[in-house]
C-alpha cells in the first residue's frame, strides 16, 4: 500500500525480512524490510526496499 500511494504500479514483493532489517537497507529503528520490483510514475522499472518500523514509525521506501 506504500508504493501504491507513492505512485508506483506493478507492484511484486520479491522478498521480506522480518529479522536484521538494516542489513537490508534500513535503519535500526525499521522493524522489517520488504524488497519489491515496481513501475515508478516515470514508467520506469525499478528495484525499491520498503522499509516500516515497530507500531507508531511507518514505512518509508528507499533505492537499494
Request: charge should be neutral; hydrophobic fraction near 35%.
Amino acid at each position: 500500500s506504500t508504493l501504491r500511494a507513492m505512485g508506483f504500479s506493478e507492484i511484486k514483493v520479491t522478498d521480506s525480512h522480518q529479522y536484521f532489517a538494516s542489513w537490508h537497507g534500513c535503519d535500526e529503528k525499521d522493524g522489517v524490510a520488504h524488497e519489491a520490483s515496481a513501475t515508478n510514475a516515470a514508467g520506469q522499472k525499478v528495484n525499491v526496499v520498503v522499509c516500516c518500523g515497530y507500531v507508531l514509525k511507518g514505512c518509508t521506501v528507499r533505492t537499494p
